[in-house]
């Protein structure tokens, strides 16, 4: 893998780029008797020819609504108020069988004619570019167990992310910085950490987490008062280290620890340049939103996403804003929830995929968009819905995947995908693919049997793929 790894200079200061030199001395030398530093090392090269390099996963937490965004269906504004005509599992509150209509109003986009709500007037604008998947389901209706299963292929909290499964699988590109970073904008998933983990993976592919204030990354900045200090603690980090490697060659914990002081020690110099923006035109800044109050959070970060996409980081989230709503969870409300939310979203998202276009990062980087689930087409109350597994809407820009193109679909009141289904484990499957990876060949084993991202299911779906 080591073949693979290339470093990735960062716009630094003289000052910075000496004390990076000089912290670093002693560690570029640890490279001895063939052991590779775990944070760059990787199950393999790509097995076959990737389309894509790195992924940015802008998630919805909550569950936007199908039929509110990407998902028309008529039929609820003629039947509204009637009962749903089938039987549904039970749902999280009990909620009625009324048909609700959709508040908001459709329109066909661009040469494609791909549907999409006036929620998204800017993304509409990018409708040749999006892959609109309009049959994803899965069986979970809890956000927590949902968000698992989103992120890792499983229902229950250790597992490794995706993000975790790439940067295993691929390596890192950039020895100063992380291969799997998640940008905060003040509303972590209802997974919570475990959102990012690394489970049961060497820990150097845990997400690392980027958040809003004057310490970004948690425990990055050195609270020794010198740097005569942290120099010589890291001197005795790396003697400790050659030590113990000596009688515990096979000790993949300890590596991935030593790897992290090292990256930690590159971090520092690269993360606050990477994270300073003031070098960007007004021009992009308008673009992203990132001096308006609305979208000002969710812009910044998208940003920021773009930035690491060009420092080679293989996988990049992207959680949704808090917003004068609970997140995309419209219980009640809908029509204003989904309102606020899309506005802080809607014009960033637009301007990243406008923004990768223009500088040639597209067509090697996956964009996806989506939820845990969806929504009922059936109302909570008057106005909320409440949560829906069984068919609900992600869609996808760049990395080869088919450009306009709007794929699957649900029954007629949006409720069940019944039409080219995918499943979270074939998308799962799908993107590995574009990565250059058989999800079927990317296992780890562990507590006696080879595990994977896709478990023993998921199918790569040709029809996405351009």
């Known amino acids: 893998m080591a073949g693979l790894v290339q470093s990735i200079a960062c716009p630094t200061s003289a000052s910075r780029r000496q004390f990076l030199g000089r912290s670093l001395s002693s560690f570029?030398?640890?490279?001895?008797?063939?052991?590779?530093?775990?944070?760059?090392?990787?199950?393999?090269?790509?097995?076959?020819?990737?389309?894509?390099?790195?992924?940015?996963?802008?998630?919805?937490?909550?569950?936007?609504?199908?039929?509110?965004?990407?998902?028309?269906?008529?039929l609820l504004r003629k039947r509204a108020g009637e009962p749903l005509p089938f039987e549904t599992p039970a749902t999280v509150f009990n909620i009625s069988n009324k048909l609700m209509p959709s508040p908001f109003k459709f329109r066909r986009y661009g040469e494609s004619g791909i549907t999409i709500s006036e929620l998204f007037p800017n993304i509409a604008r990018n409708a040749d570019q999006l892959t609109v998947i309009n049959s994803m389901h899965h069986g979970l209706s809890n956000h927590s167990a949902a968000c698992y299963f989103s992120h890792t292929g499983d229902a229950m909290a250790g597992r490794p992310s995706v993000g975790s499964w790439l940067s295993f699988g691929l390596g890192s590109v950039n020895d100063n910085l992380p291969s799997f970073v998640v940008l905060d904008c003040g509303q972590a998933p209802s997974g919570g950490s475990q959102t990012w983990s690394s489970g049961f993976l060497p820990a150097t592919h845990e997400g690392v987490r980027f958040r809003e204030g004057n310490t970004?990354?948690?425990?990055?900045?050195?609270?020794d008062s010198s740097k005569e200090l942290q120099l010589a603690k890291q001197a005795t980090i790396e003697t400790?280290?050659?030590?113990k490697i000596k009688t515990r060659a096979d000790d993949e914990q300890l590596k991935s620890i030593f790897a992290?002081?090292?990256?930690?020690?590159?971090m520092q110099v690269a993360v606050p340049d990477l994270l300073d923006l003031t070098d960007e035109s007004a021009p992009t800044r308008q673009l992203?939103?990132?001096?308006?109050?609305?979208?000002?959070a969710f812009g910044k970060q998208c940003l920021i996403a773009r930035r690491l996409v060009e420092a080679g980081v293989r996988f990049i989230e992207v959680f949704s804003p808090r917003v004068k709503a609970d997140r995309w969870d419209q219980h009640n409300n809908l029509k204003q929830g989904h309102l606020n939310n899309a506005a802080a979203v809607d014009q960033p998202i637009a301007g990243l995929i406008h923004d990768l276009d223009a500088r040639g990062l597209l067509d090697s980087t996956i964009v996806l968009w989506g939820g845990e689930f969806g929504r009922t087409p059936s109302s909570q109350g008057s106005t909320g819905r409440d949560h829906n597994p069984f068919g609900y809407s992600v869609f996808l820009?760049?990395?080869?995947?088919?450009?306009?193109?709007?794929?699957?679909?649900?029954?007629?009141?949006?409720y069940y995908a019944i039409q080219g289904k995918v499943h979270l484990h074939d998308l799962h499957a799908t993107i590995l693919h574009q990565m250059g990876i058989d999800h079927k060949r990317l296992t780890y084993r562990y507590a006696g049997r080879d595990?994977?991202?896709?478990?023993?299911?998921?199918?790569?779906?040709?029809?996405?793929?351009s």
């Open 28 to 74: 570029g030398a640890l490279a001895f008797n063939g052991i590779l530093s775990a944070d760059s090392k990787g199950a393999g090269p790509p097995l076959f020819p990737p389309r894509a390099k790195s992924v940015i996963y802008l998630y919805m937490e909550g569950g936007p609504s199908q039929v509110d965004t990407f998902d028309p269906k008529p």
């Open 288 to 296: 992203y939103g990132v001096d308006n109050p609305v979208t000002q």
């Open 451 to 465: 595990y994977r991202l896709t478990d023993v299911h998921g199918r790569v779906v040709q029809q996405l793929i």
């Open 240 to 243: 400790l280290y050659r030590e």
């Open 216 to 223: 970004p990354v948690e425990f990055l900045n050195s609270l």
């Open 260 to 266: 992290n002081y090292r990256k930690a020690a590159r």
């Open 397 to 414: 820009a760049g990395g080869g995947f088919r450009a306009g193109y709007q794929h699957g679909a649900t029954d007629e009141f949006g």
